[in-house]
């Protein structure tokens, strides 16, 4: 019998795979219109500006585009992104069924989705693949729950 927290974790991983899916087939199949996308700079009043929570991060993209502004690079990404998440969806749909295996195919998943776009774009990929980082939280989480797979 699967437990409430191996169901919510799958769940989560579903919702995270199809958004993946998605953006990949998009961004592979649209990648002129994604790399053209301009960076746009809102501006604030000073009293627009108090009203805004405290921003604790930075952007990094550089220029007018957003981060990777190159359509070969994007098409790259796509394809690792595509194939990350088609592998840990399959891992996480295993191990919904409670097989053990789909642990395996989850982290091999995450393999190819933190070496494949250093390979295919260089190291300035990680910037733009941050989601997979999560993917090694939840295989930690996994990794609790594997004795209750076969």
């Known amino acids: 019998m699967r437990s ?41 009043t000073a009293e627009q500006r108090k009203s805004l929570p405290k921003q604790y991060f930075e952007d990094r993209a550089s220029g007018d585009e957003p981060m990777p502004g190159d359509p070969d690079e994007i098409r790259r990404l796509s394809v690792a992104q595509f194939l990350y998440s088609l592998l840990t969806l399959i891992g996480a749909v295993l191990m919904f069924r409670l097989r053990r295996v ?4 989850y982290l091999v998943g995450v393999a190819v989705g933190i070496i494949l776009p250093i390979i295919l774009a260089g190291f300035g990929a990680l910037n733009t693949s941050f989601g997979v980082f999560f993917s090694l939280l939840f295989a930690g989480l996994y990794w609790v729950n594997l004795k209750e797979m076969h």
């Open 4 to 44: 409430q927290f191996l169901t919510l974790l799958c769940i989560l991983t579903f919702l995270s795979c199809a958004w993946g899916l998605s953006d990949a087939v998009v961004s592979f199949i649209q990648t002129d219109a994604v790399s053209n996308t301009p960076y746009i700079k809102r501006t604030y």
């Open 102 to 105: 789909g642990f395996w195919i």
